[in-house]
């Protein structure tokens, strides 16, 4: 029976009235939560306050940008001072160049850079510009690895595009993604069988370093380095798609984290501090081949946009600055949760991994560690479902699909963590009480 509209609460309402006009109510897949999404009123700190009164503690933090937590001070301050200013001006300044500064000291295989909108218009171009550079058609994408919602990427991509075949979404062309080689991460040998024998026809291969899009996902042993070594031996453009890890595993993203140098580089996510904006960039003969005084074309109506930029300077400005204090903050902060995690796992008996570095962390509901997509894929997600909904009933919110990520913030302190631990105990409890659903 229809619920009355009296019980309702204001999230159900207004889920109601989006679904007639937001095809499935939102405009981004994995924020369809189920039964409904709860409604944002405004966002602080650490936490998300619903249109219902509830607050959450966030661990979504944007699905990873907001690495200083809801409303940091110094990029409301870097916004409003741009404001005055105005926000799109069509012609460039200063700022674009002190912030592609700012990045290429942080990630110097980015010796030149082009600012964008968004991770998929990063990886989008830098495709195109590997092509481009290279003369060659083919590129290599691994198994659960996202690199936006763009055609030539979206096979076996993991996030909201897990659940669908291949090519992922209805709309693409086979023929579109006949020149994307699909294989499974941390697989060096199948790798390395494509490579030797097909490099000639391929332009690039493009990862997550550490994959945060299939659950958390990490690199085995010297997988990475070997990955360089073979790409620079055989004349294929290595992209790291960085939109996750720029900034988060370290100041310098994974390639400062595992000492490696990519030919190409996408950024995204912290790099705007919660405004819309990303980059892609490599080394100066790569990138010169761009439009207008090279042939492949790349241009944006609100690329390098002024707002984002002073807000993107703030955030590096503020990493940069503290940096020595707040990396092994987050890192210590993630330990500490994993543990818990690892105990209570242990103490209910519940069959589960749980993945983490840095200020990433991921559980996954199986007795199998997760070295690739398969693996996460064959977890048992009712459980994860499970888990949670009961962590959302206690104010706590994780990514609501198995095949993403928890990220934390320097806004998180010692009551989220000790709510968090709270929550977690209940949750996992209530996990053990379920049996194994098929
Ligand atoms: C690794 C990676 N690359 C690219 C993208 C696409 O970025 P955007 O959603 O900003 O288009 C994402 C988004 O989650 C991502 O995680």
């Known amino acids: 029976m229809a619920k009355s509209t009296l019980n309702r609460t204001k999230s159900e309402c207004l889920y109601e009235r989006a679904k007639n006009i937001l095809p499935s109510g939102v405009n981004s897949p994995v924020r369809a939560i189920k039964p409904y999404p709860f409604f944002v009123k405004h966002a602080r700190g650490s936490k998300l306050y619903s249109v219902d009164g509830i607050s959450y503690v966030d661990y979504c933090m944007g699905y990873g940008p907001l690495i200083l937590g809801h409303s940091f001070e110094g990029v409301l301050d870097a916004a409003r001072e741009q404001l005055e200013n105005g926000t799109l001006y069509g012609a460039p300044t200063e700022n674009e160049i002190k912030f592609a500064e700012h990045i290429s000291e942080m990630f110097p295989c980015m010796e030149m850079m082009r600012l964008v909108n968004s991770?998929?218009?990063?990886?989008?171009?830098?495709?195109?510009?590997?092509?481009?550079?290279?003369?060659?058609?083919?590129?290599?994408?691994?198994?659960?690895?996202?690199?936006?919602?763009?055609?030539?990427v979206l096979v076996k991509a993991g996030s909201g595009a897990t659940s669908c075949g291949a090519p992922d979404s209805l709309g693409i062309p086979e023929e579109t993604t006949r020149n994307t080689i699909v294989l499974p991460y941390n697989n060096y040998a199948a790798l390395e069988d494509v490579v030797t024998q097909e490099s000639n026809d391929i332009a690039a291969v493009i990862v997550e370093p550490v994959i945060g899009n299939a659950g958390l996902i990490l690199p085995h042993g010297d997988y990475l380095q070997k990955l360089r070594k073979l790409t620079k031996e055989y004349g294929v453009l290595l992209i790291f798609d960085e939109v996750i890890t720029g900034f988060r595993l370290a100041l310098g993203g994974a390639q400062e984290y595992y000492d490696i140098e990519a030919d190409l580089t996408t950024l995204g996510k912290i790099l705007g501090g919660g405004f819309p904006i990303a980059a892609f960039g490599g080394k100066k003969e790569i990138m010169n081949h761009l439009s207008p005084f090279g042939k492949v074309y790349q241009a944006g109506t609100f690329s390098g946009n002024p707002l984002c930029v002073s807000t993107g300077i703030a955030v590096l400005q503020t990493l940069r600055k503290n940096k020595n204090e707040i990396y092994p903050k987050l890192a210590r902060n993630c330990d500490e949760l994993k543990k818990v995690i690892v105990d209570l796992v242990s103490s209910y008996t519940i069959e589960a991994q749980v993945n983490s570095i840095a200020s990433m962390f991921q559980i996954f509901f199986t007795s199998t560690p997760i070295v690739d997509y398969g693996c996460a894929k064959s977890c048992d997600t009712q459980k994860f479902s499970v888990y949670f909904q009961e962590l959302l009933k206690q104010g706590v919110f994780v990514p609501p699909s198995q095949?993403?990520?928890?990220?934390?913030?320097?806004?998180?302190?010692?009551?989220?963590l000790e709510r968090t631990v709270d929550a977690l105990d209940n949750a996992l409890h209530k996990v053990s009480t379920k049996g194994r659903s098929v």
């Open 119 to 152: 991770g998929t218009e990063a990886t989008m171009h830098a495709i195109r510009l590997a092509r481009g550079f290279t003369g060659k058609n083919k590129i290599i994408k691994f198994e659960g690895c996202y690199h936006g919602a763009h055609d030539y």
């Open 403 to 416: 095949f993403e990520t928890c990220f934390l913030s320097t806004a998180h302190d010692k009551d989220d």
